[in-house]
């Protein structure tokens, strides 16, 4: 086994902190999200299921560019379709046809879909529909559960002195540069308490303008919960948005709708519906979408061929090549193959969840070991050649050899992990810092 070297990721990332405030533009991306030192920090290529890092390493990408990858990396078809695309121009003047086409696939494909309008981020997209919400009902309270972005509108929860964000993304989060005015106009609810949500609805009587929330994450909802919330949605008069930028379409190639047999007034779509290239679409009903026509929500790149065509044809390989049937065997055979060699190496652990997102579960109830036992399983992965969190992103060109590779790996980390635990020494085996506290979603 020939472990990694990543000096020269980690000098370029000392050069970024130099001139990239936080180093990275996004917060998954940070090298402490991993094992620092050990993981990874810049890709150079990338193909299928695999990229190699700056310094000549090659890995399988168990993280699918943070879940946009969903064919894999250079899909032939979507890449082909663009780079055709670019051969006429990206963007013009006017307008070009790709954005109606898209949108007919959007309104044919969505169940909430009637019309559309388009961003080029998940985050920018929740922000439009936010906004469109309010603007619909001339409301501006915010009810959310889970993660939704950076921006003002829901950074505002945290401008409370209760800190709202603390459980619904992670902790010792400042709303420095947030508007003071905006405090108490984004509220958290916490998931799968009915009670709990009607009681804020009741509280905030007239004024809420929408209830935004991921239908799931990694776990279906309770029973009929989804159902209530929308019911609730319905006798409060409130749009129900559901944010469906990272479940995106692996639960099926219409997204999360068809599984759990709701149907929001609205829903928000990145990441996945493009395979890689810049795209975000909010979707809904013709009455609350229609508002949008009287209000000021206009860029200049959301008209840009290259994202519009890379969506359309992601959309439609997703659904011809039956990628949802694809991305569930490869976790399923993940789970139970984990589970085997956790149960085989002596390690309380599981791998669980939705198949189409497995993670991993230590069976412990101290916190510091659980944080030990997943920084040393991410830092014992990266050296063999698994790149990834304990969780996994899957897409449609991993192989049978990427799992087998990765069940190898595994098998010699969880080795490693029950030594240090039998021996008490789990933080000697750390060859980097302990990772810092991850996205914690409520919404499992
Ligand atoms: C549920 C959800 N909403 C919004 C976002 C933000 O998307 P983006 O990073 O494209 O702005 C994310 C990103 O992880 C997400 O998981």
Known sequence: ??????????????????????????????????????????????????????????????????????????????????????????????????????????????????????????????????????????????????????????????????????????????????????????????????????????????????????????????????????KLAREHDVILIFDEVSTGFRPTASGAQPLVGVTPDMAVFAKSISNGYPMGAVVGRRDVMEAAGQMFISSTYWSDTIGLRAALTTLREVRRRDVPKIVRHIGTTLQAEITAVARETGLPARCEGLAFHPHLTFETTDLQQHSQLSTLFIQEMAKRGCHGYTSFYLNAAQTGADIEQTITAAREAFQIMVRGRDQGRLDELLECQQQVESFRRLVR
């Open 1 to 230: 086994m020939r472990y990694r070297n990543v000096d020269k990721s980690m000098k370029l990332f000392e050069r970024a902190c130099e001139l990239i405030p936080g180093g990275t533009q996004l917060i998954s991306r940070r090298p402490t999200r991993f094992a620092c030192g050990v993981s990874p920090v810049y890709a150079e290529r990338a193909t299928g299921s695999r990229f190699w890092d700056i310094d000549g390493n090659e890995f399988i990408d168990w993280v699918s560019g943070i879940g946009a990858i969903i064919l894999g990396y250079c899909d032939g078809v979507v890449d082909r379709a663009v780079c055709e695309q670019i051969s006429k121009g990206t963007m013009y003047s006017i307008n070009h046809e790709l954005e109606v086409e898209l949108a007919e696939e959007l309104v044919k494909t969505i169940p909430c879909a009637e019309m559309v309008r388009y961003a080029k981020g998940g985050g920018e997209a929740c922000a439009i529909a936010v906004r469109i919400a309010r603007g619909a009902t001339g409301r501006d309270k915010i009810l959310f559960c889970g993660y939704h972005g950076w921006h003002d509108w829901y950074l505002a929860a945290n401008l409370r002195a209760d800190a709202s964000l603390d459980a619904h993304l992670f902790p010792g989060i400042d709303p420095t540069g947030v508007p003071k005015c905006l405090a108490g106009t984004a509220i958290p609810f916490p998931y799968g308490d009915l009670d709990a949500l009607g009681n804020s609805l009741d509280d905030h009587r007239g004024e809420v303008a929408a209830v935004i929330m991921e239908p799931f994450r990694t776990e279906l909802p309770p029973d009929g919960y989804l159902a209530g919330v929308a």
